[in-house]
């Protein structure tokens, strides 16, 4: 059951705040200024942490033809928060992509598509959790030897793919020659 309310003033309120809550244990309405009370630094400090070394083992360079897969979120996503946003904002989601360092895309001969080359080509990218089809980006940012696909896009290809799961993915990269056509 609900407690009645009997405070008379702003003052009667933080006074019982202060009596229920310990972090606020003494606060006072005489102490207050237009700009509220300053906690002592020490005040609510948590246990000290320890910092221990992690032991990181290096991941082997993908065979020829093959990249490392990397993931990160993209501002505008297609993850579940975004099913319930205004159709302006998922409109800001881009479509699914893939992204490759320009060497790597002129090394294997991917682009530009003759039709259609400031859109990117179709391509069907494979690890060994599944396959997914994707527009090409090349771009600097992306490091040699890695491909980057965004987590959190509609269809989630790079958790198809085995992204996120804490291990190393290797994909391949091969022209979707249906999309020529």
């Not at 309120?13 to 309405?29: H, N, Q, T």
């Not at 904002?89 to 682009?111: H, K, T």
Request: glycine share 8%.
């Amino acid at each position: 059951m609900a407690k009645p309310w009997t405070y008379g003033s702003s003052q009667a309120v933080l006074e019982e705040i202060s009596k229920a809550v310990p972090m606020y244990a003494g606060m006072r309405w005489e102490t207050l200024t237009d700009q509220g009370q300053q906690w002592p630094a020490n005040a609510g400090v948590r246990a000290p942490r320890r910092f221990e070394p992690v032991t990181v083992q290096g991941v082997a360079a993908p065979a020829e033809g093959q990249f490392l897969l990397v993931s990160s979120p993209v501002l505008w996503d297609g993850d579940v928060l975004m099913q319930h946003a205004a159709e302006e904002v998922r409109n800001l989601a881009p479509r699914p992509f893939i992204a490759v360092n320009p060497a790597d895309v002129a090394a294997i001969s991917l682009m530009p598509c003759p039709d259609k080359p400031e859109a990117g080509c179709q391509v069907t990218v494979t690890s060994s959790r599944g396959s997914v089809s994707l527009t090409l980006r090349a771009d600097p940012s992306v490091l040699p030897g890695t491909a980057w696909i965004p987590y959190g896009l509609t269809g989630a290809p790079a958790e198809t793919l085995g992204a996120g799961r804490g291990e190393a993915v290797l994909v391949t990269i091969a022209l979707d020659h249906a999309s020529l056509e």
